[in-house]
């Protein structure tokens, strides 16, 4: 079974500064996907951003990066130069190369300060 | 394309009431799922389906629980009869039916059985 663990369950930072959300999982399946989705405070569930494990590069988009350590079975999320409307839910999810089935972590409420 | 579209958006309903929560998926998506979620088990997959068939129901509560998938573009979740402990925001996603890129969310119902 697959199993996706978010530490954090909160979290708070000044507006413009860098957060980082972690992420670990576990799964003896050697291809899948792993994403990061964003829950704003309107409830619905947006996609941030995808990593492909066979791909050792770091997936980046705009100011979101991660940082996926696949051995160590890591995959944290950062934020630059947070904003007020990056203040929401974020959740990691795996998902299993053939298979249906995305398993979410826990989340992280993220809260960003003016 | 209008995205995944759940009504209604808010449901308060008394217990032991027949509660139906209404789904249409992206046209061209053959595969949907329904979510609950709650703050002490987070997300949880109930039931998908692909080409209209349920695949894998594993994870309905209850046989109070039902779900229908008429046609590509209509799919219903049944509590019959509702308890205050299925008060919980219930998401219905879809994606096409080969997918390592997720899942398209509605923006969820948020049921209060009082």
């Known amino acids: 079974a697959q199993t996706v663990t978010q530490s954090q369950p909160e979290m708070s930072v000044q507006e413009a500064e860098t957060v980082t959300l972690s992420c670990t999982y576990d799964?003896?399946?050697?291809?899948?996907?792993l994403f990061w989705y964003k829950q704003p405070p309107s409830r619905q569930m947006i996609l941030v951003i995808r990593?492909?494990?066979?791909?050792?590069q770091n997936a980046t988009e705009n100011r979101f990066s991660v940082n996926f350590q696949k051995a160590a079975k890591s995959f944290s999320l950062k934020i630059s130069d947070s904003q007020l409307g990056d203040t929401a839910m974020y959740f990691c999810?795996?998902?299993?190369?053939?298979?249906?089935?995305?398993?979410f972590g826990q989340g992280t409420r993220l809260t960003i300060n003016p | 394309d209008a995205g995944v579209i759940q009504s209604p958006r808010h449901e308060v309903t008394e217990m032991g009431q027949e509660v139906t929560l209404r789904c249409k998926p992206i046209?061209?998506?053959?595969?949907l799922f329904w979510y609950r979620q709650t703050m002490m088990r987070g997300l949880e997959l109930l039931i998908y389906?692909?080409?209209?068939?349920?695949?894998?129901d594993s994870g309905m509560p209850e046989d109070r629980f039902s779900a229908k998938m008429p046609n590509a573009s209509f799919s219903t979740l049944k509590i019959q009869p509702s308890e205050p402990r299925d008060s919980a925001v219930y998401f219905c996603?879809?994606?096409?039916?080969?997918?390592?890129?997720?899942?398209?969310f509605g923006s969820g119902t948020r049921l209060t059985v009082v």
């Open positions: 996603a879809s994606s096409p039916r080969r997918t390592n890129y997720g899942y398209t």
């Open positions: 799964t003896s399946e050697n291809n899948y996907y």
């Open positions: 990593q492909e494990a066979y791909k050792q």
């Open positions: 999810a795996l998902l299993i190369q053939g298979a249906q089935k995305l398993v």
């Open positions: 046209s061209g998506h053959n595969s």
């Open positions: 389906f692909n080409n209209n068939v349920p695949i894998d």
